[in-house]
């Protein structure tokens, strides 16, 4: 219950007493203001008063955001079918007292470990693991490559940065040929003869070394005239000709070599990254589907689950809500939680089909609440992170790799064409505007005697009846969202699915 108290104060549901001790973080999870963190006790939590742990005060905690109104079934019968109730409702409440939007929240099966049903179910789900864990493994594998693709990426713009400044600084040039005679004239390491390091230990071009590396020529027809206006004997200058002309020609093949390959890297960086999420989106299926067909620890281990009967508990829940009446949507949350006995029952037609008949007890708890559309968003959230965590599993590793990477994963996919990276790169640069002229508005103090002669004029204005003229030209108040008549709304129709599904049905009712 903890955990649930705890997924319940990270998605907004707080108690109205502590709800302004909290702020949302960047992630959209409301945490407390001073500190970080959350206290769960200020989780607006329903308690559940039929299922009372003594006969004392003490009752359970449902984990469910506390209701406005709350009405609860039970329906027992080993001879009908309990399919019946879950569709009265649901049209009822969707045709009757207009719901028009309703979404399936929850849906899983549990069943005793010796029923016939339970070895189809996991002989399916064991389908569904394989399929999954193939796509998995694949995805692991394609988020290690990630990271050698964005180190050559890496690799690559550092030998591109002194070939950009190179003809604008010295010691850019002076780096390209240091790297040209180390690389390319000495290949395996040591001095090669015919090097410019191999000739200057000759009697006579001692000079060569320092002649290259500060002879800056930028391009190749240029190198004749620049080295036949120097003051040397014509071998130096010959071998001083054959070595510019030889990395000039280096150097520009190179650049359009390392640019080539950049752009390849880059293009195949993006279309990585689009595999990975094709991936992702393919195993997020099998992941929802394992977590719908996997039996409920605490079910299992509770009393409704005999493993020597033919028993099973099937857990349902709907949410239904209309259009806003003062910002709010009128909501009710049905939750059924049905223990049944499945008979196999095999059609006449096609002998090798058979499917199940439930028969047995149905509970049913239905809430009204008043939900603004961020709450009924949040209420998704906080059933699909309490029901479904392998489906984070997924979204985590990839996260984890690009938290590891950088920004430089994002800039690179940027650069390549994605569009949720250059508008996140777009947003952020924007935002960083924004911030810069708000701190520069800040420290215009020069203004400050200005805006105090126009204070002076609104307060003499004050003492004359003015100040409605000017705090209805300059302020607007924005309306709040009020519940309470979707409230109203809610627990009006509430009732009546309540009331007349017991009339309907022969219950005692009044």
């Not at 390091?197 to 009697?203: C, D, I």
């Not at 719908?292 to 099973?312: H, L, Y």
């Not at 007890?361 to 029901?387: H, P």
Request: aromatic share 10%.
């Amino acid at each position: 219950m903890k955990v649930l108290k705890e997924l319940l104060v990270k998605n907004g549901f707080i108690s109205s007493s502590y709800k302004g001790l909290y702020t949302k973080n960047n992630k959209g999870e409301y945490i407390l203001k001073e500190g970080g963190g959350i206290d769960v006790n200020h989780a607006a939590v329903e308690v559940n008063e039929e299922e009372n742990i003594s006969h004392g005060m003490n009752y359970l905690e449902t984990g469910y955001p506390k209701p406005a109104r709350r009405y609860r079934i039970m329906i027992e019968s080993m001879g009908a079918s309990i399919e019946e109730p879950y569709y009265w409702m649901f049209e009822h409440m969707k045709q009757d007292q207009g719901f028009p939007y309703i979404e399936k929240i929850t849906d899983t099966f549990t069943s005793s470990e010796q029923s016939a049903f339970w070895g189809a179910a996991q002989s399916r789900m064991g389908l569904q693991q394989d399929r999954a864990s193939q796509n998995m493994r694949s995805i692991s594998e394609m988020v290690k490559q990630l990271f050698q693709l964005v180190r050559e990426l890496r690799i690559l713009d550092e030998k591109m940065a002194p070939r950009k400044e190179w003809d604008k600084s010295s010691a850019a040039d002076m780096a390209l040929k240091a790297e040209y005679t180390d690389i390319v004239e000495n290949r395996v390491g040591q001095v090669q003869p015919g090097s410019i390091y191999h000739l200057a230990q000759t009697v006579g071009y001692t000079i060569l070394p320092d002649l290259f590396f500060n002879t800056r020529v930028y391009k190749v027809e240029d190198v004749d005239k620049k080295i036949d206006e120097m003051k040397y004997n014509n071998n130096v200058k010959n071998v001083l000709k054959r070595k510019l002309y030889a990395f000039l020609n280096w150097k520009l093949k190179t650049d359009m070599e390392l640019q080539g390959r950049r752009n390849f890297t880059l293009k195949y960086l993006r279309q990585h990254w689009n595999t990975i999420k094709m991936l992702m989106n393919w195993v997020k299926p099998y992941l929802r589907n394992v977590a719908r067909m996997q039996m409920n620890p605490n079910v299992t281990e509770g009393p409704d689950i005999v493993g020597a009967f033919e028993t099973s508990v099937i857990e349902l829940e709907i949410l239904g809500y209309k259009q806003e009446i003062s910002g709010v949507h009128p909501c009710i949350l049905l939750s059924f939680k049905f223990r049944t006995r499945p008979e196999m029952s095999f059609q006449q037609d096609n002998y090798q089909h058979r499917g199940p008949v439930h028969v047995g007890r149905v509970e049913v708890n239905m809430r009204a609440y008043g939900w603004t559309s961020d709450q009924i968003e949040a209420y998704k959230r906080y059933r699909r992170q309490e029901d479904m965590n392998l489906l984070g599993m997924v979204d985590a590793n990839v996260q984890d790799a690009m938290d590891a990477l950088g920004e430089d994963l994002e800039n690179y996919l940027s650069e390549a064409g994605e569009k949720e990276f250059a508008e996140k790169k777009k947003a952020a640069e924007e935002a960083a505007a924004v911030s810069q002229k708000k701190a520069e508005s800040k420290s215009m103090d020069m203004l400050d005697p200005f805006v105090s002669v126009f204070k002076g004029i609104w307060e003499m204005g004050s003492l004359f009846g003015g100040a409605r003229l000017f705090s209805a030209v300059t302020s607007k108040k924005e309306t709040k969202a009020n519940p309470k008549d979707a409230i109203k709304n809610s627990t009006f129709s509430l009732f009546q699915i309540y009331k007349n599904y017991k009339k309907g049905h022969g219950f005692l009712a009044w």
